[in-house]
């Protein structure tokens, strides 16, 4: 079977990862390849991938009422069975090596708007030119490829499978008006009536088209795929304004939901003491900033702290990005309206657990955990991101605290799960199809903010309490963690089965 991916982002090569996309799309293409398919992967080369590569040809294309000329890279061999290609275009390169722009409140979506079209319109016109011969299947990644389907009626037979990584970006931009448009982009076109936003009648959005075009959706968790059906609610998100679309593609046996991998490897543990690794990453970062950052100094004072007590300590760890998504309840009040659930939290902690959070985002939400650190002597959080000590995390946490408001897939728990320590999760999406209570790890629910927030808080109580009184117990969870598996050989033969046959 010949597989054409199209993406914004792969893992696979050096600097073209942001997030989870990136993730799949370096993992999936070798799995799949291990399976007997011949896997092309295209993307931007965002002026930096191409450098050095073996340029294959000119593809010339009308887009934004001018002709435009890209130069089509192949790249070399990066893993065995796959082959990675580039488009060149000077657009791709502002500035050179970066994925995502961000412009704002008042235009949204302008900038990748106009790269991710000319993406789309010259990866069309390269199949239509059969550059890859006769493809099997064309798999579209996030709305950012999407426009490749407005193409669809000049291009050979195949199957089209649109995966879904992160339904709250749609990439909706003006139907016309602006510089950034479907009808600047694609003067010749006319927006199709399943590509316009339900909520905003006068805007393109390629989320829209990529579910109605497309021949399978795929989203990352059997879960998240029923939870997309439902609207939104202010807790929460469903399905982001477009059930209806998704309603009808799961009533048409199209919407998919297949359980993203995770990579396993026998690094074994660190060979220095989890402290040791924080307090040199601190240092790191102090010595590359001018002024110390109040994040940097207090997390370092509570460490001090910390390291002169004598009793071993129970850690709670948490690797994640600082979003709405992914630590609101932790921001939201607690039952009692004493303050946020995060300080409840805290000051249910006896004098030998603490709290480790690594991660960065939202501004407003750093400031949030960094005030916390200064009235919370046994939370420390480290602002910013290292491989090497979101490592160390996984291996000597105790455990791990994932309380997304919703979750697609989720990786942080496999990782934290692959190295023995038990995890606390909220039970949507992904984390419901990971984690099982009592069984390998620890889950609350709730039907609104206010049932999930103090269902986490009794949660953590009862998860510490077993910690505490019934080590036996614990360690039977623990196990049980540490043998769970992910594979993505398994996720390639589910989409080979159920996106691909």
Not at 185 to 214: E, H, K, V
Not at 262 to 269: E, M, R, V
Not at 286 to 303: E, T
């Amino acid at each position: 079977m010949k597989i054409l991916m199209v993406a914004a982002e792969c893992g696979a090569l050096p600097g073209g990862k942001v997030g989870g996309m990136g993730d799949v799309l370096a993992e999936i293409p070798p799995a799949l390849a291990a399976e007997g398919s011949e896997v092309h992967v295209l993307l931007p080369s965002y002026g930096v991938f191409q450098t050095g590569q073996e340029q294959i040809q000119t593809v010339s294309v009308d887009f934004a009422g001018a002709a435009q000329k890209l130069s089509l890279y192949r790249l070399s061999e990066r893993q065995p069975g796959v082959v990675h290609w580039v488009l060149d275009h000077p657009a791709f390169a502002a500035p050179a090596g970066q994925i995502y722009h961000h412009d704002g409140a008042g235009a949204p979506f302008a900038t990748d708007g106009n790269l991710y079209a000319l993406l789309a319109c010259a990866a069309a016109k390269c199949i239509e030119q059969r550059v890859w011969g006769d493809l099997d299947v064309l798999h579209l990644h996030d709305w950012h490829t999407a426009g490749v389907l407005l193409f669809r009626s000049n291009l050979p037979a195949m199957k089209v499978v649109f995966t879904i990584h992160n339904l709250g970006l749609q990439g909706q931009r003006p139907i016309d008006g602006h510089p950034s448009s479907f009808d600047s982009w694609f003067p010749a076109l006319t927006c199709p009536a399943d590509a316009i936003d339900p909520r905003y009648d006068d805007c393109y959005n390629p989320m829209r088209l990529g579910i109605n075009g497309s021949d399978r959706v795929h989203v990352v968790s059997p879960t998240y795929a029923k939870e997309i059906l439902a609207p939104n609610t202010s807790f929460l998100h469903g399905g982001e304004g477009l059930e209806a679309d998704l309603a009808q593609a799961d009533t048409e046996g199209r919407l998919i939901g297949i359980l993203n991998g995770c990579p396993y490897s026998d690094t074994g543990n660190t060979s220095s003491k989890l402290f040791e690794v924080i307090s040199r990453q601190l240092r790191i970062w102090i010595g590359q900033s001018q002024m110390v950052p109040s994040s940097h100094y207090l997390a370092l004072n509570n460490l001090e702290r910390l390291k002169r007590k004598k009793k071993r300590l129970t850690v709670l760890t948490s690797v994640t990005r600082i979003t709405e998504q992914k630590v609101a309840l932790l921001e939201a009040s607690a039952a009692d309206g004493s303050g946020p659930a995060l300080d409840a939290l805290l000051e249910d902690l006896d004098k030998t657990t603490i709290y480790v959070m690594l991660g960065s985002g939202d501004r407003e939400m750093e400031r949030f955990f960094t005030e916390a650190m200064a009235r919370h002597d046994h939370f420390v959080f480290l602002n910013g991101f290292s491989e090497e000590l979101a490592e160390a995390l996984y291996q000597h946490g105790d455990l791990f605290m994932m309380p997304s408001t919703f979750e697609p897939c989720g990786i942080s728990q496999m990782l934290a799960m692959a190295q023995g320590q038990p995890c606390l999760v909220h039970a949507v999406g992904g984390l419901a199809d990971t984690v099982i209570d009592n069984e390998d790890g620890f889950a609350f629910a709730g039907s609104n903010e206010a049932e999930a927030v103090a269902a986490m808080l009794d949660r953590t109580r009862e998860a510490l309490h077993l910690h505490r009184k019934d080590p036996a117990s614990w360690q039977k969870i623990a196990s049980r963690a540490r043998s769970r598996r992910f594979l993505w050989s398994e996720s390639a033969k589910h989409y080979l089965k159920q996106l691909y046959a």
